[in-house]
Each structure stands twice: as C-alpha cells, then as structure tokens.
C-alpha cells in the first residue's frame, strides 16, 4: 500500500472499487486496486472542491454597497490579471480573464496547500502541472483558431512569406517543425518550471520540519509561500504572453 493523506485515505476508502472499475474501462490498471486514488489527485480535488465553496461564498454575498474583504480580495486579483491581459493582449483580452482567473486561483491554492498540516501541494506531483499546461495549450490554440480561422491560424506555423511560392514552400519545410517543437516545448517548460519549484520547496520544507520542528521552519514556510505566489504569477503571465501570440492580427 502506498503512504497516503488522511483526506487520501478517505477517499480511497469509500471510492476505490468505482475507481479502479473506471480505470479499468480504459484500459489502466492501477498498481493498487484498493488504492487508487493518487495523494495529487486527492488534494486536487480537495482544492477543486474548497474553491468552488469560496466561489459560491463569495458570489452569495456580492454587494455594491457594502462589499467585503473576500469580495475585494476576488475583486483585486480578478482586477490585475484584467490588467496584465489589457496590457499584453490588448484590446478584447476581457474575455480571457474568466479562464486565467480561475488557473491562477487553482494554480495558487494547489500551491499553498502544501503548508497545511496533514496536506501536500498537488503541484508538488508532475502530473497535475502537466495538466495545467495540457489544459493552457488546447485553450489558446482553440483561441486563436476561433479569432483567426482554422486555415489563417496554421499558415502561420509556415513562416513569413516571402514572395515567391517555390522559396515560401521551402520556408514552410524549415518552419513547421521548429514551430510545433516550440510550442510543445511551452507546454514542458510550464510542467517542469512550477513542479520543480513547488517539489523542492516541500521537500526542504519537510527536511527543516523534521530536523529543527520549533522557529527556523517558518523562515522555510515563507519562503514557500513567497514561490507559491510567484510561480503562480509566472505561469498566468506565460498563459496570456501565448493568448496574445495566438489572437494577435499579424498572424
């Protein structure tokens, strides 16, 4: 059996023959059929289900009047990634800011989960920033093939023209496959950048925790805190730097 958080074991518990059945529809067969629900997968759901809590909290008490602290704390943050999206995008990015709005939240909160006691940071796991950046790829691919049109969105995987069909073809050769590598590279470099920060974090973390459990751990706590807060900004800031590649008109 593997080690598993209580809310892990939980769910195990109650969902591991369902689990296992599901995943043996597709053709995956868990290591341990009593287990299979993943720490990652129990704390991102843990995170799934707290914010949607905090969502309706706060969209049961919006006020014009009277607004509260967690109405302007959702108010402020939904206000810069606006802002950042105004200024990268420019004009229409306000219909992006729903989408990277609730990535930064989830992307944050799956963070700092790792500083709560009996809990780990699901980002800490490679398969959840994966998904993050799976999930960020399709949506501004589909953005840009929304804005621009299937057959005007791919010509510019081909490069600029550059006047003659003969040397435009042979500029397609050359750039097509630097472009996917790129872009499949971005979907890496989102995985590998938060889940090595966020993993080292915790381990270190852990390690002060063990070793010295009363007054230098905290320092260890705030600087997790600190890299939760920037490898969040970081990878909202690289979502809308990739929106903007997708839906600008030079394309």
Request: net charge negative; glycine share 10%.
């Amino acid at each position: 059996m593997p080690e598993q958080l209580w809310f892990t074991a939980i769910l195990n518990h109650l969902f591991a023959g369902p689990v296992t059945a599901l995943l043996r529809t597709v053709h995956v067969d868990p290591k341990y059929p009593e287990a299979p629900v993943s720490n990652a997968a129990a704390m991102e759901l843990f995170v799934f289900l707290f914010l949607v809590l905090l969502f309706a909290m706060v969209r049961s008490r919006l006020s014009v009047d009277k607004p509260g602290g967690l109405q302007h704390l959702f108010e402020g943050a939904h206000g810069f990634i606006d802002g950042q999206g105004q200024e990268i995008i420019g004009h229409g990015s306000e219909k992006f800011t729903a989408y990277l709005t609730t990535l930064g939240f989830f992307i944050l909160f799956c963070n700092l989960l790792g500083l709560v006691p009996g809990f780990e940071s699901p980002t800490g796991s490679p398969v959840v920033p994966l998904g993050c950046a799976v999930l960020t790829f399709i949506y501004y691919h589909l953005q840009g093939i929304k804005k621009q049109g299937l057959w005007h969105y791919l010509k510019h995987f081909a490069g600029p023209s550059v006047g003659h069909p003969v040397a435009n073809f042979l500029m397609a050769i050359l750039m097509v496959p630097i472009e996917v590598v790129s872009h499949l590279a971005r979907m890496l470099s989102l995985t590998v950048r938060l889940y090595a920060n966020m993993f080292a974090g915790d381990m270190v973390t852990m390690v002060f925790f063990s070793l010295v459990p009363i007054g230098l751990p905290v320092i260890f706590m705030g600087l997790h805190l600190g890299v939760s807060l920037i490898q969040t900004f970081v990878f909202v800031l690289l979502a809308i730097i990739y929106l903007q590649g997708a839906v600008a008109e030079e394309h």
